[in-house]
């Protein structure tokens, strides 16, 4: 059984930092990319990062650009989202998720991904 569990989300304030976490288990994760989705109240989920089983390919959000981070620890099976300068616009319930298709580097589209967490709620007051 594929578990994916997200944690770190919380209330902060503008210009805050957060560390999202994102803890595998069930497969072998370290060979196949992750990413991390957002979903806003009323609107679609969308891309924010993802990074590839070597973590020598990151891709991000033009919205999230210069101020989020993906890394991964392969060893540990977790993925991670550190965000600074955090905006309103940034609140969203935050989602991990597994592509495990090894023909693919990292995918920017939620329909490429298998495996999805439940998701964390980041909020962020003004």
């Known amino acids: 059984q594929v578990q994916l569990v997200e944690s770190g989300g919380g209330l902060v304030q503008a210009g805050g930092s957060l560390r999202l976490s994102c803890a595998a288990s069930?497969?072998?994760?370290?060979?196949?990319?992750m990413g991390w989705f957002r979903q806003a109240p009323g609107k679609e989920r969308e891309f924010v990062a993802a990074?590839?089983?070597?973590?020598?390919?990151?891709y991000y959000a033009d919205s999230v650009k210069g101020r989020f981070v993906i890394s991964r620890d392969n060893a540990e099976n977790t993925v991670y989202l550190q965000m600074d300068s955090l905006k309103p616009e940034d609140t969203a319930v935050y989602y991990c998720?597994?592509?495990?298709?090894?023909?693919?580097?990292?995918?920017?589209?939620?329909?490429?991904?298998?495996?999805w967490g439940q998701g964390t709620q980041v909020t962020v007051s003004s």
């Open positions: 069930g497969r072998a994760f370290s060979v196949y990319a």
């Open positions: 998720a597994v592509d495990t298709s090894l023909g693919r580097v990292a995918s920017t589209r939620a329909y490429d991904y298998d495996y």
């Open positions: 990074i590839s089983w070597s973590r020598s390919d990151t």
